[in-house]
C-alpha cells in the first residue's frame, strides 16, 4: 500500500524545511472524527501524529497527519519516495537535504492503481451534472484538478495513464488568489464505471459513499433514446431529405486507402444526394 499513500500525498500533502527543523503534513475535513484515510496513512508510514479539530465558522471540522522530526520525515521519504511524482519528492529532498531514493514507478498496474486510488482519496470527487440537452437528465462526472507550474501536472497524466480513460481540459484561470489549473475528467456513464470499478478496492468509504449516491441516481434513470429522429426509424439508414442510402447505390462499394479499413464506409454518404447536388451544378452552369 506504498503506493497509495504516496499518491495520498501527492494530492493532499506537502513537505518543507523550518527555522527548527523540517514539517510534512496532510489537512483532511470530515464530520465524524478523524477521517479514515489519515488514519490508513499513519498505519502505513508508521511516524507521525494524527490531530484536530481545527474548527472555523462555516467549514468542516479540519484533522491532519504531522510529522515534524527529521526521523520521522526521513522515515517517510523512505517509504513512499519511489512512488512520489516530481513535486512532492522536490519537497521532500528540499526539507530533508539529499536525494530520495530512485523511482520504481510506473510499477505493475495493480500498483499504478493504488497510486491513483490514493490520489484520488485526496483531490478526486463524483458528483452529477446537468444534461445538456435534456432537461432533468443527469450525468456522472469524475473530477481531479491539478495545478502546475509549466504544462500539464504529471499527476494528471499518470492518472490517466492508470485507469487509461478520461480528458484533460486546458488551463483554467480561477479568480484571485487561486492558480491556473487543469482538470481531469470522466463523464460518459461507461467509462465512470470502468474508472471505479478499477480505483474501488483502493478508495476510503468517503469517496465510495459519493460515488454509490451518484451511480444510484444514474441507474435509476429512464434510458436516453439514441440517435436524430431526423434520420429515420433505422438510424443512419436514410438521410435528412429520406433517401434510402442502403438501397443508393448502383455498385458495389470498393473502398480506397483508408476506407478500406471501414467495410460500412460507404453508408456514411448519402449517393442520392450526391447525385442530385452534381445533376444541380452541371445545370447551373448550362
Not at 71 to 78: C, Q, S
Amino acid at each position: 500500500m506504498l503506493a497509495w499513500a504516496a499518491g495520498f500525498f501527492d494530492g493532499e500533502g506537502w513537505a518543507a524545511a523550518k527555522e527548527r527543523g523540517v514539517q510534512a503534513r496532510i489537512n483532511q475535513a470530515g464530520h465524524d472524527g478523524v477521517p479514515e484515510v489519515l488514519v490508513k496513512f499513519r498505519r502505513i508510514v508508521g511516524v507521525g501524529r494524527l490531530k484536530g479539530p481545527v474548527l472555523e465558522e462555516g467549514k468542516q471540522p479540519l484533522y491532519y497527519w504531522e510529522a515534524t522530526s527529521r526521523p520521522d520525515l526521513a522515515r517517510v521519504a523512505e517509504l513512499i519516495g519511489p512512488w512520489l511524482c516530481p513535486v512532492k519528492r522536490a519537497e521532500l529532498e528540499s526539507a530533508l537535504g539529499r536525494a530520495l531514493a530512485p523511482v520504481v514507478w510506473p510499477g505493475s498496474m495493480s500498483q499504478e492503481l493504488a497510486w491513483a486510488g490514493g490520489f484520488f482519496d485526496g483531490e478526486g470527487s463524483t458528483f452529477l451534472a446537468k444534461h445538456r440537452t435534456h432537461t432533468n437528465h443527469f450525468v456522472p462526472v469524475l473530477y481531479v484538478p491539478q495545478s502546475a507550474e509549466i504544462g500539464t501536472a504529471p499527476e494528471l497524466l499518470r492518472l490517466r495513464a492508470a485507469v487509461a480513460v478520461g480528458t484533460i481540459s486546458g488551463i483554467r484561470r480561477p479568480h484571485a488568489p487561486g492558480r491556473p489549473y487543469r482538470r481531469w475528467r470522466v463523464f460518459v456513464v461507461a467509462q465512470v464505471q470502468l474508472a471505479l470499478h478499477l480505483l474501488w478496492p483502493f478508495l476510503g468509504e468517503v469517496k465510495r459513499q459519493q460515488a454509490r449516491r451518484v451511480m444510484q441516481l444514474i441507474h435509476s434513470q429512464p434510458d436516453l433514446p439514441r440517435g436524430n429522429p431526423a434520420f429515420g426509424v433505422a438510424g443512419a439508414r436514410y438521410c435528412l431529405r429520406g433517401h434510402d442510402k442502403w438501397n443508393a447505390r448502383l455498385r458495389p462499394f470498393k473502398g480506397r486507402g483508408r476506407n478500406e479499413e471501414d467495410p460500412h464506409n460507404d453508408l456514411r454518404q448519402c449517393l442520392w444526394c450526391v447525385r442530385e447536388d452534381a445533376r444541380a451544378r452541371r445545370n447551373k452552369r448550362r
